[in-house]
T-cell receptor, first 110, second 113 residues
Framework: QKEVEQNSGPLSVPEGAIASLNCTYS??????FFWYRQYSGKSPELIMS????GDKEDGRFTAQLNKASQYVSLLIRDSQPSDSATYLC??????????FGKGNQVVVIP | DADVTQTPRNRITKTGKRIMLECSQT?????MYWYRQDPGLGLRLIYY???????NKGEISDGYSVSRQAQAKFSLSLESAIPNQTALYFC????????????FGSGTRLTVV
């Protein structure tokens, strides 16, 4: 089992719609969870962090964490063309290093 | 100025050449990391350092070496570059507290011909 899995293929959403991304992780001892946005050829940029079960909202982004089921999700509301990017899920493991998923590409169609 | 600076931004080198990628940070973080990113493979950890005297191999350290010259500087060397080391390389830093994520440099695009 991979440490962090992001299984969905590229996601195309119309402008103004909600984009939903999911991520599962294997280490039950993980305590900190992050979402990064990466534009093509650029470096990953931290957009959300979440530590407790439930939802955390920041602007148009909502991160959701369920430790019992070992999944983290990211919702992007009112999607804009500028949201077109690859989104990386990252989990801080007990050895205190981040494990990254391979990412999900989001394409917002005007 | 960027918090995490990588040089060079782009580099083309020949097979067999030695090349060094440099990373410096102004965030005051103790922890520094080197990753490479390839299409379809995601970010893979090459080496990491939790302080100046602590250097650790990551998932794919073969063919690479590192030097932590100071808290703020962490260099990655390819002793004898080969074409499959063509990739986008990122340096990252983090706080000691694992509640914080990483801050990435802007990356070095390396091409080995």
């Amino acid at each position: 089992q991979k440490e962090v899995e992001q299984n969905s293929g590229p996601l195309s959403v119309p402008e103004g719609a909600i984009a939903s991304l999911n991520c599962t992780y294997s280490d039950r001892g993980s305590q900190s969870f992050f979402w990064y946005r990466q534009y093509s050829g650029k470096s990953p940029e931290l957009i959300m962090s979440i530590y407790s079960n439930g939802d955390k909202e920041d602007g148009r982004f909502t991160a959701q964490l369920n430790k019992a089921s070992q999944y983290v999700s990211l919702l992007i509301r009112d999607s804009q063309p500028s949201d077109s990017a690859t989104y990386l899920c990252a989990v801080n493991r007990r050895n205190n290093r981040l494990a990254f998923g391979k990412g999900n590409q989001v394409v917002v169609i005007p | 100025d960027a918090d995490v600076t990588q040089t060079p931004r782009n580099r083309i080198t020949k097979t067999g050449k030695r090349i060094m990628l440099e990373c410096s940070q102004t965030k005051g973080h103790d922890r520094m990391y080197w990753y490479r990113q390839d299409p379809g493979l995601g970010l893979r950890l090459i080496y990491y350092s939790f302080d100046v005297k602590d250097i650790n191999k990551g998932e794919i350290s073969d063919g690479y070496s590192v030097s932590r010259q100071a808290q703020a500087k962490f260099s990655l060397s390819l002793e004898s570059a080969i074409p499959n080391q063509t990739a986008l390389y990122f340096c990252a830093t983090s706080e000691t507290d694992r509640g914080y994520g990483y801050t990435f440099g802007s990356g070095t695009r390396l091409t080995v011909v």
